[in-house]
């Protein structure tokens, strides 16, 4: 316990100093956000959150080779992402390359490591486990790269991308400690740690001078490492750690969010990958929410899901219950996601009356 906790203290550190490092040379390489009509902040930001969790997570798994199934695979594919990340970051590559190269990984992730989605549980109620077969390749990819973009798609407001990563893998980690999954369980403590540093320096604790970003190697890193984490313990055996709905739940708000704008975007017969300013986060803030009560309501709500599929995973609630319920509530996001402009607008009416 006390070489656990020294070991953890000291990665701490360690991700907070390289924060600190790769400030000055992303500064020095011009790798920062500079604001423009979509990126409301102050100055060019270093853009080295991903890059300070990479390392201290791939110097983590260098002296600890076994605690992932297929560790150096593992390591290889966040260190692909997170290169095509910088790159973005620098010379916003098309996103059509993007989408090549999560493609490619999910690809060698399946063939290499045998970590595909396999089974989707009783999702339907009908008393059968429903498995995919080989329509499970595809979906595996189109899991691997939702949730990258979906990750990448929440990271609008300072401490929102980390906070949601808290949420996801406290919880899994949780579930994980209890059902005896130990080296698991503990890969999530290791990414909550080293990703506070990052979380404190972007909200501005150490001065807004100090300030850095995510991202898009970081988001793409911790979208990957969620899914392979999600199909990990998911797919594993006869009796795995996690039902597969329970991952829905775990990912509620990036996935809701990601999924309803990209609806939302076809029906205007606009691209889905096409920016705007529709997303969770922004909704709030022009209900008057600053940044910070944004965050705060935001990962209050992603919390509320987790604990929800935690506390149904631990219950033995039935899968389709579950996927049911999660279906619901997706509706209703979307209901309200369609009528966003008159209900804010009720809201504000109300609020300027009092």
């Known amino acids: 316990m ?15 100093a390289t924060i600190f490092i790769m400030r000055k040379f992303a500064k020095k390489v011009g790798l920062v956000d500079k604001p423009n009509a979509r990126k409301l902040h102050d ?5 080295v959150g991903g890059l300070s969790i990479c390392i201290s997570l791939l110097y983590f798994l260098f002296n600890n080779p076994n605690i992932l199934p297929h560790t150096e695979l ?34 060698i992730m399946m063939v290499v490591g045998d970590i595909e989605l396999i089974t989707i549980g009783d999702v339907f109620g009908t008393g059968d486990v429903i ?39 406290g919880g899994l980690g949780i579930m994980l400690y209890f059902d005896g999954q130990h080296n698991l369980a503990y890969i999530c ?7 506070v540093p990052y979380i404190l320096l972007n909200l501005g604790a150490f001065g807004r001078k100090r300030k850095v970003f ?5 988001s793409m890193l911790i979208g990957f490492t969620v899914i392979w984490l999600l199909l990990l313990s998911s797919q594993n055996g006869s009796k795995p750690p996690l039902r597969p709905v329970t991952a829905l739940w775990l990912i509620a708000i990036p996935l809701l969010d990601m999924a309803a704008i990209m609806i939302r975007r076809i029906k205007r017969g606009d691209s889905p990958f096409k920016p705007d300013r529709e997303h969770l986060h922004h909704i709030f803030q022009r209900l008057g929410l600053s940044s ?42 979307l209901l309200l996601l369609s009528n966003i402009w008159s209900i804010t607008a009720y809201i504000r009416k109300n609020f300027s009356r009092n």
Request: one cysteine or more.
């Open 131 to 169: 498995t995919l077969g080989w329509f499970g390749f595809l979906v595996t990819i189109l899991a691997v790269v939702g949730a990258i973009n979906a990750f990448n798609m929440v990271d609008g407001i300072d401490g929102l991308l980390g906070g949601l990563s808290i949420v996801t893998f």
């Open 189 to 195: 403590l290791v990414l909550v740690v080293t990703i």
């Open 74 to 107: 593992y390591a290889a594919c966040i260190l692909i992402l997170v290169s095509v990340g910088v790159l973005d970051d620098k010379y916003d590559i098309s996103f059509k390359l993007r989408f090549a190269v999560q493609a490619g990984l999910s690809v």
């Open 2 to 16: 006390i070489i656990s906790f020294l070991a953890l203290s000291f990665l701490f550190f360690f991700s907070f």
């Open 43 to 47: 100055g060019a930001i270093p853009l």
């Open 214 to 218: 995510m991202g898009d190697a970081g």
């Open 292 to 333: 910070t009560q944004t965050l705060i309501v935001i990962s209050s709500i992603a919390s509320v899901f987790a604990a929800i599929g935690i506390s149904a995973e631990m219950l033995n609630i039935p899968e389709y219950v579950m996927f049911y319920a999660f279906v619901a509530c997706f509706a209703v996001y």
